[in-house]
C-alpha cells in the first residue's frame, strides 16, 4: 500500500506564489512518477505535472512558465512550486504516485484559492 500526504495549499492573492508538496510512503513500491492535477468545481480533473523517475518533467501549457515541478530530497517527495497565480488556478490539487503498472495511488488533495 502507498500513502500520499500533499500539503501547502491555502488562499493567496492573484499574482501571488505558493509551494505544494507531495510525500509518498510505503514499502515495496517502485516508484516511476509523481504529478500533481487539479480539478476545478465542475470541471474534470486535469494534469498539471508530472515527473519521472529519471527526471523527465512535463508542464501542462495552462500554466507553462509559471509552475515548476521538481524531485525534493526527501526521499518520494516532489514540490510544485506556483507563480503568478491567476483565480483560474483555483482548485483542489492532487498528488498521484505512478508504479510500473496502471495503477496511480492518490492524495486526499489540497485546496488552493486564489482570490482578492
Known amino acids: 500500500q502507498v500513502q500520499v500526504v500533499e500539503s501547502g495549499g491555502g488562499l493567496v492573492q492573484p499574482g501571488g506564489s505558493l509551494t505544494l508538496s507531495c510525500k509518498a510512503s510505503?514499502?515495496?513500491?517502485?516508484?516511476?512518477?509523481m504529478s500533481w492535477h487539479r480539478q476545478a468545481p465542475g470541471k474534470e480533473r486535469e494534469l498539471v505535472a508530472s515527473?519521472?523517475?529519471?527526471?523527465?518533467?512535463n508542464i501542462a501549457d495552462s500554466v507553462k512558465g509559471r509552475f515548476i515541478i521538481s524531485k525534493q530530497d526527501t526521499k518520494d517527495t516532489v514540490s510544485l512550486q506556483m507563480g503568478n497565480l491567476k483565480p483560474e488556478d483555483t482548485a483542489v490539487y492532487y498528488c498521484?504516485?505512478?508504479?510500473?503498472?496502471?495503477?496511480?495511488?492518490w492524495g486526499r488533495g489540497t485546496q488552493v484559492t486564489v482570490s482578492s
Open positions: 510505503g514499502s515495496r513500491f517502485v516508484i516511476s512518477a
Open positions: 498521484g504516485v505512478h508504479g510500473w503498472g496502471p495503477a496511480i495511488f
Open positions: 515527473l519521472t523517475s529519471d527526471g523527465i518533467a
